[in-house]
């Protein structure tokens, strides 16, 4: 099993920037993908981000190219999405997942583990 907690959501103009960590605990040693998700109201949830721990590798959807990077701390076992330009359209909640059974690296269905989110508003 492997925890998941998210931090860092807040409220923002646009154009502004956030940070959102996700701190992983548990059994860790064999995770090699973590990515970022997130979900608006009456949507599905969407594949934001994606790291290959092991080589460093990261996917991105094509919506958030070149204004996010996703990066992790392998010392403190952290994920984190750097959001900057922030649009309306950005707001939903976030949620950090980890551990690929199979499948691509940005659907829902792949991963094994989720955090609990943490909410990101963006006013225009």
């Known amino acids: 099993q492997v925890q998941l907690v998210e931090s860092g959501g807040g409220s923002v103009q646009a154009g502004g920037s956030l940070r959102l960590s996700c701190a992983a605990s548990?059994?860790?040693?064999?995770?090699?993908?973590m990515g970022w998700f997130r979900q608006s109201p009456g949507k599905g949830r969407e594949g934001v981000a994606a790291?290959?721990?092991?080589?460093?590798?990261?996917y991105y959807a094509d919506s958030v190219k070149g204004r996010f990077t996703i990066s992790r701390d392998n010392s403190r076992n952290t994920l984190y999405l750097q959001m900057n330009s922030l649009k309306p359209e950005d707001a939903a909640m976030y949620y950090c997942?980890?551990?690929?059974?199979?499948?691509?690296?940005?659907?829902?269905?792949?991963?094994?583990?989720w955090g609990q989110g943490t909410q990101v508003t963006v006013s225009s």
């Open positions: 997942a980890s551990d690929i059974r199979k499948g691509n690296v940005l659907t829902e269905t792949s991963y094994l583990y």
């Open positions: 548990g059994n860790t040693h064999s995770t090699v993908y």
């Open positions: 790291l290959n721990t092991a080589d460093g590798s990261a």
